[in-house]
């Protein structure tokens, strides 16, 4: 079993800072983890405790049930594979992914069969001969997964692998290591700023900000029900739209006002507004992009959310386009089909879709709906 977990895990560093503040995950046996969150959030000191080579001020931390936390990094039977590679220079592809098991001492033709498995399953058959200097970015980042994979970890433990490479090998290294993930059947556990490896690669997402887990929970989970405004401001590219609303309740009904907005909540919105006392309290809404309909072509037979903007911007982005409105003193952005050309002072009807608002504690930041 290789499941980690780690129980109200703390960091403080020397000089006082808490980087790292009673963290609980609990990462299955198979399942692939990413942690995200912008930089100094604490993910890469969550990670190198996990990997031992950072000391865990307090808390537990299991590998595969057994209590790590005193256990040196090479007896945990963990990989890590760094942003930089970490190559040896001086030493062939082959050597490279050698190097851990030649200190092992482990039998030279048992090597040599782990070696050219490794180098199979990334494509470097070709290139065992060559040292690092001699291949492309995605070939090195390939070679350091290899050391790591010859290792038969029972955790690969990854630390914004794929930073140092292009737009284009990132998207195919990302492709690649998830490929990699269900042919290992390994556990993995990945750091990263990005919140599209994070989408597009966890089985869970960690959220982290200021050394503390947001939300933990599958990347649908996490875009659809963000946990607070941090989550829905973090996830989401372009990001959520936040717009500052009174809850008011008129004839039974409750909406969500400002000067440029009324918008008729559904009954299942309102509930929780209603039990926990924001009638006639101001809420921060949130509303997704690609929710926000040119009216005409909404069909939904409930127009109660329209309201009309004008357009500062538009960027044509291909399939779609962009569109930065002006609503009151702020902007709201929309994502419309690129085949509907807006353009720049163009007054437009919109409706937002009721069913993918979110409603927030302004002062909290929490989600209440
Ligand atoms: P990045 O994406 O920039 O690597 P991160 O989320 O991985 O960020 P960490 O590297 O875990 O963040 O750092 C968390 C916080 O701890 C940061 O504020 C950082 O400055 C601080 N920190 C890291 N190492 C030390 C150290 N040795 N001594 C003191 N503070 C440290």
Same mark, same amino acid.
């Given at each position: 079993?290789?499941?980690?977990?780690?129980?109200?895990?703390?960091?403080?560093?020397?000089?006082?800072?808490?980087?790292?503040?009673?963290?609980?995950?609990?990462?299955?046996?198979?399942?692939?983890?990413?942690?995200? @969150?912008?930089?100094?959030?604490?993910?890469?000191?969550?990670?190198?405790?996990?990997?031992?080579? +950072?000391?865990?001020?307090?808390?537990?931390?299991?590998?595969?049930?057994?209590?790590?936390?005193?256990?040196?990094?090479?007896?945990?039977? !963990?990989? $890590?594979?760094?942003?930089?590679?970490?190559?040896?220079?001086? =030493?062939?592809?082959?050597?490279?992914?050698?190097?851990?098991?030649?200190?092992?001492?482990?039998?030279?033709? +048992? #090597?040599?069969?782990?070696?050219? +498995?490794?180098?199979?399953?990334?494509?470097?058959?070709?290139?065992?001969?060559?040292?690092?200097?001699?291949?492309? @970015?995605?070939?090195?980042?390939?070679?350091?997964?290899?050391?790591? #994979?010859?290792?038969?970890?029972?955790? %690969?433990?990854?630390?914004?692998?794929?930073?140092?490479?292009?737009?284009?090998?990132?998207?195919?290294?990302?492709?690649?290591?998830?490929?990699?993930?269900?042919?290992? @059947?390994?556990? %993995?556990?990945?750091?990263?700023?990005?919140?599209?490896?994070?989408?597009? $690669?966890?089985?869970? !997402?960690?959220?982290?900000?200021?050394?503390?887990?947001?939300?933990?929970?599958?990347?649908?989970?996490?875009?659809?029900?963000?946990?607070?405004?941090?989550?829905?401001?973090?996830?989401?590219?372009?990001?959520?739209?936040?717009?500052?609303?009174?809850?008011? +309740?008129?004839?039974?009904?409750?909406?969500?006002?400002?000067?440029? #907005?009324?918008?008729?909540?559904?009954?299942?919105?309102?509930?929780?507004?209603?039990?926990?006392?924001?009638?006639?309290?101001?809420?921060?809404?949130?509303?997704?992009?690609?929710?926000?309909?040119?009216?005409?072509?909404?069909?939904?037979?409930?127009?109660?959310?329209?309201?009309?903007?004008?357009?500062?911007?538009?960027? =044509?982005?291909?399939?779609?386009?962009?569109?930065?409105?002006?609503?009151?003193?702020?902007?709201?952005?929309?994502?419309?089909?690129?085949?509907?050309?807006?353009?720049?002072?163009?007054?437009?009807?919109?409706? $937002?879709?009721?069913?993918?608002?979110?409603? %927030?504690?302004?002062?909290?930041?929490?989600?209440?709906?």
């Amino acid at each position: 079993m290789s499941n980690v977990t780690l129980t109200n895990i703390c960091k403080s560093y020397s000089n006082g800072f808490n980087a790292v503040k009673n963290v609980n995950i609990d990462i299955q046996d198979k399942e692939f983890v990413v942690l995200v @969150g912008p930089s100094g959030c604490g993910k890469s000191t969550t990670l190198r405790m996990i990997a031992g080579l +950072e000391e865990i001020s307090s808390g537990e931390l299991h590998i595969g049930n057994r209590l790590v936390n005193d256990v040196d990094p090479k007896d945990r039977d !963990i990989a $890590m594979v760094f942003q930089n590679y970490a190559l040896y220079p001086h =030493l062939s592809v082959y050597d490279n992914m050698a190097f851990a098991l030649k200190l092992r001492k482990m039998p030279k033709d +048992e #090597i040599d069969k782990k070696v050219k +498995e490794a180098a199979k399953i990334l494509d470097l058959e070709k290139v065992l001969d060559r040292k690092p200097k001699a291949l492309s @970015g995605g070939q090195r980042q390939r070679v350091a997964l290899g050391r790591a #994979i010859v290792r038969n970890p029972q955790v %690969f433990l990854m630390d914004e692998p794929l930073s140092n490479l292009d737009a284009k090998l990132r998207t195919s290294m990302r492709t690649e290591i998830s490929k990699l993930h269900k042919s290992l @059947g390994t556990t %993995f556990i990945y750091v990263t700023h990005d919140q599209v490896e994070a989408m597009t $690669m966890a089985d869970r !997402i960690v959220v982290m900000k200021d050394g503390i887990v947001q939300q933990i929970a599958t990347p649908q989970e996490i875009y659809d029900h963000p946990a607070n405004m941090f989550v829905a401001g973090f996830i989401g590219a372009p990001q959520m739209n936040f717009i500052n609303v009174k809850i008011e +309740e008129k004839n039974g009904e409750i909406y969500a006002i400002n000067n440029q #907005i009324n918008i008729h909540l559904s009954k299942g919105k309102c509930q929780p507004l209603i039990k926990n006392g924001y009638i006639g309290k101001e809420v921060v809404l949130g509303i997704r992009p690609e929710d926000i309909h040119i009216e005409d072509l909404f069909i939904d037979n409930s127009l109660d959310t329209t309201f009309e903007a004008e357009v500062e911007i538009s960027e =044509l982005m291909g399939a779609e386009i962009y569109a930065y409105l002006k609503l009151g003193n702020s902007t709201v952005t929309a994502r419309f089909d690129g085949r509907y050309r807006v353009r720049f002072g163009d007054k437009i009807k919109l409706a $937002m879709d009721k069913e993918h608002l979110h409603i %927030f504690d302004k002062d909290t930041e929490l989600t209440i709906i």
